[in-house]
């Protein structure tokens, strides 16, 4: 498949189990039906168990302490 954009191949990939078109040459991300809603679910999903992870970790070490915030999902999708 060609991208849109600049008519350069695009390389598909496997990010987090949801398959990813993106372009190598202008790094544009193109996806199939469904695709959005799969990677929307699955970052609700992430953000919910790492705010836990954050908070309980958080009590363990004091209020204090300040804690960095996990990347999140739609970071860790499109890293390429």
């Known amino acids: 498949m060609k991208c ?7 390389i ?4 987090n189990g949801v398959e990813i ?3 190598p040459t202008c790094r544009g991300v ?4 469904g695709e959005l809603d799969k990677i929307i679910a699955r970052s609700s999903n992430f953000e919910a168990q790492t705010g ?15 804690s960095k915030k996990p990347k999140s999902l739609l970071g860790e999708l499109f890293d390429f």
């Not at 849109?4 to 695009?10: K, S």
């Not at 598909?12 to 990010?15: E, V």
Request: charged letters at 35%; one cysteine or more; a negative charge.
């Open 12 to 15: 598909m990939t496997d990010r």
């Open 52 to 66: 836990s992870q954050i908070q309980a970790y958080s009590q363990d070490r004091g209020k204090s302490h300040k």
């Open 4 to 10: 849109p954009v600049d008519n350069d191949t695009l």
């Open 21 to 23: 078109d993106f372009c």
């Open 30 to 33: 193109w996806l199939d039906r």
